[in-house]
């Protein structure tokens, strides 16, 4: 196996925490890291640390490419750049990892497809679960048939996010369209919630690198702060067999829930809870979660646990290091199984209106706009999905 050679492109945001593995991971692969594209990489919290190691920085990949070469690209950025970038790498012969989403326009998914078939490189896709162990150990027994048929797939995220995040930039934080029109989406459910979405469709998918995709998708879409998108979302997907997939998730709240999710099948049930203690939030069955593990309780009483899904974030990035070297190792989550994401929630901006909340129920706490009594209503829709939704949030 060779050394191979990375180039970095965007260096805030989750490029710090790439970085961060880079530096301070022993578990890192070995590589030879041949530079970082970011306009202002002095924004990064290791710009300094990466200088010491005479790493050259480049303004574009263009500037890049017109004097070097990488075995994998390593992409960053913005929703919006997603499909120009992994396009530029490919064309110049690199394997990619690209954060999620896949890209913000459903309508790249072909031409991205195209690109990488032809370029006959590797597209990975970091959604980080989809390469965690314990999400693939989950995986494969569902795909085996441990489980039977899914019947009700339910998650809840509750992260509250303040002026400073959906200030972070004008030109895209909260957008739907860039300022030359091209589509971003960016929301609650497409940047940071989006893997718990995509998780759900990735867990029923029938191979390592598959998902499955929904054949229907609704959504209650809510707008708290002045952003253009939403930022509280009530989406219920019907799949293939019939059994629904909800996704419960706000930035618009003022108490912190990390990801809970309750996946019932037939033969069994699976739960994970990111928080300690989910009674104190009023879920049911507080008890049957296991904080930061995956447990599944059989109908026969069996218990399995499959670990925790927040283990080895970087994994994604040690694998396609690997690969690129010329190793043997899995794609996990490629271009088609992480469209299954994207082409959803084009359709959910395309088909259902975003709501502006009630007026009497925005309440402001420092720099945080939240909605009065929304936390508690995501908790009924959790513990009862068919039974609550989020109507009388607005006019």
Known sequence: MKKPSVLFVGFGGYGNV???????????????IVGVVDPFPENGNHYQAFLDRGIPFFPTMDAFFAQGKADLCVISTPIQ???????????????????????????????????????????????????????GALKADIAAGKFGAPVELKTLILWPRDDNYWGRSTK????????????????????????????????????????LAPKNAEAQLLRAN???????????????????????????????VDPLFCYRFEKGTVYFAGCENPAQYGVDEAERYEFRNIKAVMNDGTIVNYGNPFDDECRKMHLAIRAAGGENVPELCGIETASVHTQTIGRIQETCPIHNVKQNLLRRRDILTYVEGLGSRMTACYNHPEKYDLSDFWD
Request: hydrophobic share 40%; with cysteine; net charge negative.
């Open 226 to 256: 002045p952003i253009e998108n939403f930022d509280a979302a009530r989406i219920v997907c019907t799949m293939p067999n019939g059994a629904k997939c909800f996704f419960l998730a706000a930035h618009t709240i003022d108490q912190n």
């Open 18 to 32: 790439y970085a961060n593995d880079v530096l301070n991971n022993p578990a890192c692969p070995e590589m030879d």
């Open 81 to 135: 750049f997603h499909t120009a970038n992994i396009l530029s790498a490919l064309s110049h012969g690199c394997h990619v990892l690209c954060e999620k989403p896949l890209c913000g326009d459903p309508a790249d998914v072909d031409k991205l497809i195209a690109a990488r078939d032809a370029a006959g490189k590797n597209v990975w896709i970091g959604y980080q679960w989809s390469h965690n162990t314990a999400i």
């Open 172 to 211: 895209w934080a909260g957008k739907i369209h860039a300022a030359d029109g091209s589509l971003i989406y960016d929301s609650i459910a497409n940047n940071a919630c989006g893997h718990y979405l995509h998780n759900m469709f990735y867990v029923l998918g029938d191979c390592p690198n598959g998902a």
